[in-house]
């Protein structure tokens, strides 16, 4: 199956991702914030990345987002920039603002609201692994 990493600063969401995702057959690796993802991205080369967006600063995962999807040649994360992201966040309850997948700010393939059903995790994971 895929090769998906998860990246949260919150352990217990790392850990019921991580049985639904490899219930289903997938290989988890996880990383705690940011700067693991983008270690983790290049070595690891995952096919499907589970971004939360507050972690070491309140906007980290739209950074991490931005890096990876650069569409400039000589950033060192060119090579990433199709892996799709899904993004799995608590930020709307912590904000009136409401944030969603667009092509200049925040290109991830989808935003979804924490908690999340565990079959409704497996259905977003499987529907953007076969759209790749």
Known sequence: ?????VVDDDPDVVMSTRLCLEAE???????????????RVRTQRP???????MMDSTTEGFQVTLKLKSQDPTSEYYAFREIPILILTAIHSTTP??????EDYLPVSEFIDKPIDPDDLVQKVTSLLEAK
């Open 25 to 39: 057959g997938h290989e988890v690796i996880e990383a705690k914030n940011g700067t693991e993802c983008l270690a």
């Open 1 to 5: 199956m895929a090769k998906i990493l």
């Open 97 to 102: 603002m409401r944030f969603g997948p667009t």
């Open 47 to 53: 096919n499907l990345i589970i971004l939360d967006v």
